[in-house]
């Protein structure tokens, strides 16, 4: 059974338009929740997670946590082409992450 | 400047062949992982490091072996034992168990099994 879901698998979108990616996890060990973009090789970090409710922010993307429910979503609002990325979530127990299969967005001009 | 560098970036093999792919870090990490990615199949642990001469399975670990004889060093072999090689794979390091959870990675390695 998967340690982390992604949903959806797939999303295309128009430039300017809000997007919101979740992620759900299993509770066993959990340490912290991380969010990385992978536009083609390595993926980079975005946010860390380990706080119910409180809201990290970057410029477009956002991220919140909800302990209670197992899961967490990842905004991008005002979507640009340079967001087409694969979105990973994944989860810390101890020293290893365990991914998700990833959200692959299209935004589209 | 500090990163991960994984080597190479490209590699062919014939069937049956043993291959072992790079990765040096200079982070000063302690903790040191490979993943392996396939289409659709997200990312998924071969083996880490949390220290020097110490390394624990994966998910996925047969059909790889690794060594940890460097804090900046953790190559991985895949051998002729692992079933279906062709892969993307990615190195990853960690401040360990101090850390929070960040892992920087590698620019990864493509290998194609023929």
């Known amino acids: 059974e998967d340690k982390v879901v992604q949903s959806p698998l797939s999303l295309v979108v128009h430039e300017g338009d809000t997007v919101t990616l979740n992620c759900s996890y299993e509770v066993t060990n959990f340490r912290s929740l991380l969010w990385y973009k992978q536009e083609k090789k390595a993926p980079t970090f975005l946010f860390m997670l380990?706080?119910?409710?409180i809201e990290k922010k970057s410029g477009r993307l956002s991220s919140i946590l909800d302990k209670k429910e197992l899961f967490s979503i990842l905004n991008i609002t005002a979507t640009q082409t340079g967001d087409s990325a694969v979105y990973l979530c994944a989860r810390r127990s101890g020293y290893a992450l365990n991914f998700g299969k990833g959200t692959s967005l299209l935004v589209t001009p | 400047d500090g990163g991960i560098t994984q080597s190479p970036k490209y590699l062919f093999r014939k069937e049956g062949q043993n291959v072992t792919l790079s990765c040096e870090q200079n982070?000063?990490?302690?903790?040191m992982y490979w993943y392996r990615q396939d289409p659709g199949q997200g990312l998924r642990l071969i083996y880490y490091?949390?220290?020097?001469?110490?390394?624990q399975k994966g998910d996925i670990a047969e059909g790889y072996s690794v060594s940890r004889e460097k804090k900046e060093s953790f190559p991985l072999t895949v051998t002729s034992a692992q079933k279906n090689p062709t892969a993307f794979y990615l190195c990853?390091?960690?401040?360990?168990?101090?850390?929070?959870?960040?892992?920087?990675f590698g620019e990864g390695s493509r290998l194609t099994v023929l």
């Open positions: 380990t706080s119910s409710g």
């Open positions: 490091s949390q220290i020097v001469n110490d390394f």
């Open positions: 982070l000063n990490h302690d903790a």
């Open positions: 990853a390091s960690s401040m360990g168990q101090t850390n929070t959870g960040e892992l920087f």
